[in-house]
């Protein structure tokens, strides 16, 4: 049987003002529907999170959502912090709080990070760590041909 969670949050929180995941009940109607599904990856991620499956999690949300994302954040008691990526979107990374401090220390702009704070942000995502070791490489070379002409 399949759950319709907003309907669900709506019934269980109608006195309230707003949901818990941090949507005002005054938002235009279907916004609620709209912003659940839209965040419906992040909601996951804090899941694993706090279930101890990764230590950082990045992932990239719409603008608007901002707000929301760092209410649920703040109220989960989970370091984070956001870079803005521009087209309406931004890039949210949450987790341990060394993790978080590492990633202040990287430049924000993933296609401008060099391929050192690009293959420790990956090891620390968790991505394969020989996968990373070749991006690595290549990435590497590609600076020393640069050089070379």
Request: proline residues 3%; contains cysteine.
């Amino acid at each position: 049987m399949r759950v319709n969670t907003v309907s669900l949050y709506r019934n269980l929180y109608r006195s309230a003002d707003t949901l818990p995941f941090g949507t005002s009940r005054a938002a235009e109607p279907g916004f609620v529907k709209a912003e659940y599904a839209d965040l419906r990856v992040f909601h996951h991620h804090i899941y694993e999170y706090k279930k101890g499956i990764r230590n950082l999690i990045l992932t990239t949300e719409k603008d608007k959502y901002r707000n929301t994302i760092e209410k649920r954040l703040h109220n989960e008691h989970i370091d984070y912090v956001i870079h803005d990526v521009g087209n309406g979107k931004i890039n949210v990374y949450f987790g341990d709080k060394p993790c978080i401090d590492v990633v202040k220390t990287l430049n924000p702009l993933l296609n401008k990070q060099t391929p050192q704070e690009d293959f420790m942000l990956g090891i620390m995502l968790g991505y394969d760590k020989v996968r990373q070791c070749e991006r690595y490489l290549n990435r590497k070379n590609k600076i020393v041909d640069m050089k070379k002409s």
